[in-house]
C-alpha cells in the first residue's frame, strides 16, 4: 500500500494495482492517470517483489532485473533524469535482489552483497556521506562492502543489516523520528553508522 494506492502480487507472477492514480505521476504503473476501484494487471508475469512509498514505485522480476515507475522529481526512478514514467522502467542492472524507497530516494540491494542508492539525499538518507543538496538520477554504490543483506527505510530513516547480523542505521534522527537511529542520541548521520 502507498499512500492511496495498493499493489499484489499473484504466484503466478503477475502484478496488479489499484486505487487513486489521478495525482499526475502514473503511479500506478498502468500507462495512464486512471484510478481503479479493483486490480488492474501490470504488464509481464515474472514479478517477485514490490516496494513502494507515495507516488512510486519499484518491482523486482525474478530474472534480476528492478523497473520503477511514478514521480521522478529526484530522479528516483534511476533512469538518469528525471521524467516521470507512468509504466515500470528498467533500473540498469541484472542482479537486484532487494529494494526500499524514501519517497524522493531509493536503496537497493544487489545479489552480491552490494548497497546502491540514487535520488534524493536529504537528511543524509541516501547513506554517501554527502550533502543534503546532493541528488543522483542513476544508481551509486554506498561504500564497498559485499555483505548487505536487508535494508529498510522509514521516510528519511534508514536501519540496514548485513550478513553477520550487524545492524546499521543513518539518515533522519530528530523530530518525529528522534532516537530512532538506535545511537542513544539525535544526531544525524549521512553514511551508516553500527547499533550498539
Known amino acids: 500500500v502507498a499512500g492511496q494506492s495498493s499493489f499484489g502480487i ?3 507472477g503477475t502484478l496488479w494495482a489499484w ?3 489521478t495525482s499526475g505521476y502514473g503511479r500506478l504503473g498502468l500507462n495512464n492517470k486512471t484510478s481503479y476501484s479493483s486490480p488492474t494487471q501490470i504488464p509481464g508475469t515474472t514479478w517477485d517483489k514490490i516496494n513502494t512509498y507515495n507516488f ?3 518491482a523486482i522480476k525474478t530474472d534480476g532485473t528492478l523497473w520503477m515507475f511514478g514521480f521522478n522529481n529526484s530522479g528516483q526512478l534511476g533512469q538518469n533524469n528525471t521524467t516521470t514514467y507512468s509504466s515500470p522502467k528498467q ?3 541484472t542482479t537486484w535482489s532487494k529494494m526500499s524507497s524514501l519517497g524522493g530516494g531509493v536503496l537497493a540491494i544487489k545479489t552480491n552483497g552490494t548497497l546502491w542508492a540514487w535520488g534524493s539525499n536529504a537528511r543524509g538518507r541516501l547513506g554517501l556521506n554527502q550533502a543534503d543538496t546532493v541528488r543522483y ?3 551509486v554504490q554506498v561504500g564497498s562492502d559485499t555483505t548487505w543483506s536487508k535494508v529498510l527505510s522509514q521516510n528519511q530513516s534508514v536501519i540496514a543489516v548485513k550478513t553477520d547480523n550487524t545492524m546499521w542505521t ?3 534522527n530528530d523530530g518525529d523520528w528522534e532516537g530512532m537511529l538506535g545511537h542513544n542520541n539525535t544526531t544525524e548521520y549521512s553514511s551508516p553508522k553500527q547499533v550498539g
Open 10 to 12: 499473484k504466484t503466478d
Open 19 to 21: 486505487g487513486r492514480n
Open 56 to 58: 512510486c514505485a519499484g
Open 91 to 93: 533500473v540498469p542492472g
Open 137 to 139: 538520477s542513476s544508481p
Open 170 to 172: 543513518w539518515g533522519k
